[in-house]
């Protein structure tokens, strides 16, 4: 069983690919990793904000593989320097330095793939904020059963001096009722 401090750090991580809402499997090489925009976007939305939109999906992409990969050095690239991930029953974790760690030592002792069923996508300026929901799978890396963890989660980005988007802050919980219990992948 997974214990607080990884339930922890499946629950932060707050990004990866689209999925349809009872979808768990891995997603098949090329799959779109697209955002439903905001309402208040149209049609004649500006080349900024497609192109805005673009670099955050690819955000997303990059994210994911790097989660899955185990890439610590990417994942903590995409992140701010005062990046603050809030979830469930855990101390925020502050700082791309208190991430990496975290992170670190997590992937010593588990593999984690991420689906994430983004809902709503608002970009404002060099602000953006995504909502959605997530699907954390987890296998111990010695082995073991997958454990499906899904959660509710909201995240602010923010464009970096050299136009780069990066995750700033993130907040998961766990939704009421079976959607959000810990489940063996079976």
Not at 27 to 52: F, K, L, N
Not at 79 to 95: I, Q, S
Not at 175 to 180: D, I, K, Q, T, Y
Request: proline share 5%; with cysteine.
């Amino acid at each position: 069983m997974i214990n607080k401090s990884t339930a922890l750090l499946a629950s932060v991580f707050v990004v990866g690919m689209p999925l349809h809402a009872d979808e768990v499997a891995d997603r098949p090489e090329g799959s779109s990793y697209a955002c439903p925009v905001s309402s208040s976007w149209s049609s004649t939305a500006s080349a900024q904000h497609q192109a805005d939109r673009e670099a955050i999906e690819e955000l997303m992409r990059v994210w994911s593989e790097a989660v899955a990969a185990s890439d610590l050095e990417t994942i903590a690239s995409l992140v701010t320097v005062d990046c603050e991930f809030w979830t469930h029953d855990a101390a925020p974790l502050v700082g791309r330095e208190a991430l990496a760690s975290a992170f670190g030592e997590f992937l010593q002792t588990y593999a984690m793939k991420q689906a994430f069923d983004c809902q709503e996508l608002v970009i404002s300026g060099d602000l953006a904020f995504m909502r959605g929901m997530e699907v954390n799978r987890l296998t111990a890396v010695d082995g073991g059963e997958v454990v499906v963890r899904r959660q509710r989660a909201f995240s602010v980005l923010k464009r970096s001096p050299s136009g780069a988007w990066r995750f700033a802050r993130g907040m998961t919980n766990r939704p009421p009722g079976p959607l959000g219990s810990e489940t063996p992948d079976g």
